[in-house]
């Protein structure tokens, strides 16, 4: 049986709990929306979470369409955001949820961004095996028609390694996948592993710096494994004629010292002006089983 409950975590203060007494999730409900725990009762986070709010973002855009001082924050766990990346990217978000329940979940309204003209909705349910759904909307509250893809990034635990498996289509004298470099990741870093059947990102407290790549993933897949559990993202598959955000990424690794951000993206996407768009991702939790087995043999297979 999937229970729904009110909660207060860590720093982050009220939360609704889903759970099916093996699998739990918690979402931010005085800030965000985050989904800012994901794993087990045994309260082992696959989320990376900044309890002290040492991750905080300045800018002059922030200054001159929010107020004097205002700053952005990770707080981590899982956002949507919007594509492509910008100064708007950093909308702050510090205040309390709209939160409507729902059989076996809810749906979390952020309210209406007058200066990027998004609202956002995250709707969360989870069935009785544990498997949760994550439905990203935006509703175009602005003046203007936007043109923007639906990001959502999950802000995974320290020492963990991400996996995009790749194309397998047999695409003749046509190539079948890429890989996007962002001007800071240095091809040369052990963290990155381009195989023959997939790419991986490793987690690392003791790296020099940031890194990050993209891919179109016509898998709709994208793994997280760390210590004995892995999560599986499932999301739809990218379309070869799809207009995706940078050069035709549709999943995204990025990771720095402190955690690893596993993404997914929307085609970029024409939103009228009270129109609405949507992106789903399906999370499955796997513990030890033949998945995890697999995953975590194809990682170290080096």
């Known amino acids: 049986m999937v229970t729904i409950k009110n909660v207060n975590f860590s720093t982050f203060g009220n939360c609704l709990e889903i759970s099916n007494g093996v699998v739990v999730l918690r979402v931010t409900t005085d800030l965000g929306p985050r989904i800012i725990y994901y794993g087990t009762t045994d309260e082992d986070n696959m989320m990376h979470t900044d309890d002290l709010g040492l991750?905080?973002?300045?800018?002059?855009?922030?200054?001159?369409?929010?107020?004097k001082g205002e700053v952005w924050k990770i707080y981590g766990g899982h956002r949507l955001w919007k594509s492509p990346e910008d100064e708007s990217s950093y909308q702050p978000d510090h205040n309390k949820v709209d939160v409507t329940l729902i059989d076996n979940g809810a749906v979390f309204f952020s309210g209406n961004d007058k200066v990027t003209g998004i609202g956002k909705t995250i709707k969360v349910t989870m069935t009785e095996n544990g498997d949760v759904t994550v439905e990203h909307a935006f509703y175009n509250c602005g003046d203007k028609p936007l043109n923007v893809a639906l990001w959502a990034l999950s802000v995974m635990n320290k020492y963990g390694t991400a996996v995009i498996p790749m194309s397998k289509e047999d695409t003749g004298l046509l190539a079948n996948r890429n890989l996007v470099i962002w001007p800071y990741t240095d091809v040369a870093d052990d963290r990155l592993q381009i195989k023959q059947d997939y790419i991986s990102m490793r987690q690392d407290?003791?790296?020099k710096g940031p890194m990050k790549i993209g891919t179109l993933?016509?898998?709709g897949i994208v793994y997280y494994i760390r210590g004995?559990?892995?999560?599986e993202k499932i999301f739809p598959k990218a379309k070869r004629d799809g207009n995706y955000a940078d050069y035709s990424s549709s999943t995204e690794l990025y990771t720095c010292k402190d955690f690893i951000e596993v993404e997914s993206l929307s085609e970029l996407q024409n939103i009228p002006i009270g129109g609405t768009a949507t992106h789903t991702e399906i999370w499955k939790l796997h513990i030890a089983d033949k998945l995890y087995s697999?995953?975590?043999a194809l990682i170290n297979e080096n």
Do not use: A, G, H, M
Not at 55 to 67: H, T, V
Not at 228 to 231: H, R, T
């Open 55 to 67: 991750n905080k973002r300045p800018s002059e855009f922030l200054d001159k369409n929010y107020k």
């Open 205 to 207: 407290p003791d790296c």
């Open 217 to 219: 993933n016509t898998e």
């Open 228 to 231: 004995d559990k892995l999560v």
């Open 294 to 296: 697999d995953i975590k």
